[in-house]
């Protein structure tokens, strides 16, 4: 079976008409619950000192697998949404993570083996994860994606996607930028292959036709410096450079400097760092796709299919993005992007 293909258009038609906000939370959160990549532990039940009550459900296993990259700050924001819910409902959290397709499957199937009650996963390889999630679907065990996989999550098995539609989002950014009179961005890509950040290029290119794509590799910031950095000295044309994760871009700024280029630089996603550049005017808007709700909702989600066979976006991805955040905004946020919530 090959991963379904939705055109521009047919993506934006199916975006307005799905557009529904995330399902509202049935119980006060409470402080996280530690977690490492080997697993996580069950939190006790309510003191009375603070925060809400653990549901009072039985308890159950979640694990969660991604494409993270070592270093990346991206993921512990995902995870920190992931581990207050769990906290909440009463989940033994695990989480593993690997940004090679093949491997990111072997820790699916280890966790199958575990017998764990549902699986979250991210599908920026999905041709990767087919044959496993079948082995999950196989021994019972439901699933949803998150992050990247919005076009393929119903293919692969998924009962829910919870992620940002990232072609939409590309062109909301390219969009912003055609605001600024910008013409010639080049879109930064840091991990060739990754359905989704070729979606983010995409969706500006669809904007601005004359955007330009430059791969680099995004576990290696040197590389990503000294390539940008040769990129922006030799395109006479370019006035735009788009980061397509908050610490690339923080690279890019320098590379900026670096070239003595007087590009504009924008975004995508969110940290503390990328925030404050924003405030500071250094970074001209970020699209963010609120990734500690991807956390957050994809282990309440499969706690409430487990408790009441409940099914989250009925079909479609419950969007947590894209939201712009520019100078309009950035003060609200920085705090949150600071303390990892955003």
Same mark, same amino acid.
């Given at each position: ?31 996280? #619950? ?28 979640? !694990? ?42 072997? %820790? ?9 009650? =549902? ?40 009962? !829910? ?41 995409? =969706?500006?290119?669809? #904007? ?9 590799? =995004? ?24 980061? %397509? ?9 320098? #590379? ?15 940290? =503390? ?10 970074? %001209? ?48 946020? %920085? ?8």
């Amino acid at each position: 079976m090959t991963a379904r293909r939705v055109s521009p258009e047919g993506r934006r038609t199916g975006v307005r008409r799905r557009r529904a906000a995330a399902a509202a939370l049935l119980l006060p959160a409470v402080a996280l #619950a530690g977690c490492s990549s080997e697993g996580g532990r069950r939190p006790a039940a309510d003191t009375g000192e603070g925060g809400g009550q653990v549901a009072q459900t039985e308890p159950m296993k979640i !694990a969660m697998v991604t494409h993270a990259a070592p270093g990346d700050t991206f993921w512990d924001t995902i995870r920190k949404g992931a581990e207050e819910a769990s906290a909440k409902d009463n989940v033994e959290f695990l989480y593993g993570s690997d940004p090679e397709g093949g491997r990111q499957a072997q %820790l699916v199937q280890q966790y199958i083996d575990q017998g764990v009650d =549902g699986i979250a996963v991210t599908l920026a390889k999905p041709d990767a994860l087919r044959d496993v999630l079948g082995k999950a679907e196989e021994a019972g065990i439901p699933v949803v994606s998150l992050n990247a996989g919005e076009g393929e999550f119903e293919d692969l098995g998924a009962f !829910a996607h919870f992620g940002s539609d990232e072609q939409l989002a590309g062109e909301t950014a390219g969009e912003r930028l055609k605001e600024e009179g910008l013409q010639h961005p080049i879109c930064v890509i840091q991990e060739q292959g990754h359905v989704g950040l070729e979606a983010r290029c995409a =969706g500006v290119k669809e #904007a601005l036709p004359e955007t330009e794509i430059l791969y680099v590799q =995004g576990t290696d910031m040197t590389q990503v410096s000294s390539t940008a950095t040769a990129k922006l000295q030799t395109s006479a044309e370019a006035d735009a450079i788009i980061g %397509l994760g908050a610490p690339i871009t923080m690279t890019l700024l320098e #590379a900026k400097e670096s070239a003595g280029s007087d590009v504009t630089v924008a975004s995508f996603d969110m940290n =503390g760092d990328l925030a404050q550049a924003i405030v500071d005017g250094d970074v %001209l808007f970020t699209i963010d796709q609120q990734p500690w709700l991807q956390g957050y909702l994809s282990v309440d989600s499969l706690w409430q299919n487990h408790r009441g066979a409940f099914k989250i976006g009925g079909g479609q991805p419950t969007l947590t993005g894209p939201a712009v955040v520019d100078s309009t905004n950035a003060e609200q946020v %920085l705090q949150y992007a600071q303390e990892g919530v955003r």
